[in-house]
């Protein structure tokens, strides 16, 4: 009789441990997900993780920096079509490579300042907009796109001058050739790359003080060397202008 009831006992042990278990995996399942929510929202860090991001309801301002956008089907960063939407978000020092589309304005009520970015190998648009905002877009790399440019006026894209680096540009600044990553799976820099040094650290508009991110992608120093221009992209290279 006693073998039976120390029977039932370890049993009923054994079940309890199971679920005990059980519980516990759970939870770790749902700190798992919450630590990948978080992780999307604060991207700006030292990451090469990949998404693509849209904004609706957005916050009057919204900064997206330092991210790697690569091989993405949609776009890469959209601002959704919806009654209540505004905002002027920032876009800093981001790479796009490979996407359907890199920024996608779709509601008029969205002002973005769009600035040191590499648009590459988009299959649709590089940039898009809807409406008649402002919607900057200065001191970009464009290269290998389908379109370049989508619902901005014709100056955008128009070669007229040259820019600090010599390399001829837009009147935003923006240049129109080969970033010259390492290669196709490392997107720093050659030595020769015309996206060194061809960015700008402050710009002011919609009324806003728009800053280059002080570190890259992977936490090094932007701008690097000291006291000179940042480069265009989410990668700061070392080498001198």
């Given at each position: 009789?006693?073998?039976k009831?120390?029977s039932k006992?370890?049993k009923?042990?054994?079940?309890?441990?199971?679920?005990q278990?059980n519980e516990d995996k759970?939870?770790?399942?749902?700190m798992?997900i919450?630590?990948l929510?978080?992780?999307?929202f604060?991207?700006?860090?030292a990451?090469?993780e990949?998404?693509t991001?849209?904004?609706?309801?957005?916050?009057?301002?919204?900064i997206?920096?330092?991210n790697a956008f690569?091989?993405?089907?949609?776009a890469?960063?959209?601002?959704?079509d919806r009654?209540l939407?505004?905002g002027i978000?920032s876009?800093v020092n981001n790479?796009?490579v490979?996407?359907?589309r890199?920024?996608w304005i779709q509601?008029?009520?969205f002002?973005?300042?769009?600035?040191?970015n590499?648009?590459?190998?988009?299959?649709?648009t590089a940039?898009?907009?809807t409406?008649?905002n402002?919607?900057?877009?200065?001191?970009?790399?464009?290269?290998?796109?389908?379109?370049d440019f989508?619902?901005?006026p014709a100056t955008?894209?128009?070669?007229?001058m040259?820019?600090?680096n010599?390399d001829?540009?837009?009147?935003?600044?923006n240049?129109?050739?080969?970033?010259?990553?390492a290669s196709l799976n490392?997107?720093?820099f050659?030595?020769?790359?015309?996206c060194?040094?061809a960015g700008?650290?402050t710009?002011?508009?919609?009324?806003?003080q728009?800053?280059?991110?002080p570190?890259d992608i992977?936490?090094?120093?932007?701008?690097?060397?000291?006291?000179?221009?940042?480069?265009?992209?989410?990668?700061?290279?070392?080498?001198p202008t």
């Open positions: 009789m006693e073998g009831m120390e006992e370890k009923k042990k054994a079940e309890r441990e199971k679920k278990g759970k939870k770790g399942m749902k798992k919450i630590n929510f978080i992780f999307f604060f991207n700006d860090t990451t090469t990949i998404y991001l849209s904004l609706h309801d957005a916050l009057p301002i919204s997206v920096q330092n690569l091989n993405l089907q949609g890469a960063i959209s601002m959704l009654s939407n505004s978000p876009f790479t796009i490979n996407c359907n890199g920024i509601d008029p009520h002002d973005a300042t769009i600035i040191n590499i648009f590459y190998g988009t299959t649709a940039i898009e907009r409406g008649s402002s919607s900057i877009a200065f001191y970009n790399c464009f290269y290998g796109n389908t379109n989508v619902g901005y955008y894209g128009d070669i007229v040259t820019n600090p010599g001829p540009c837009d009147l935003g600044f240049i129109f050739q080969d970033p010259l990553f490392d997107y720093i050659s030595p020769d790359s015309p060194i040094g700008i650290d710009l002011n508009s919609n009324s806003t728009h800053v280059c991110p570190y992977e936490g090094n120093p932007r701008p690097n060397p000291p006291n000179t221009s940042p480069d265009i992209g989410a990668w700061e290279s070392d080498y």
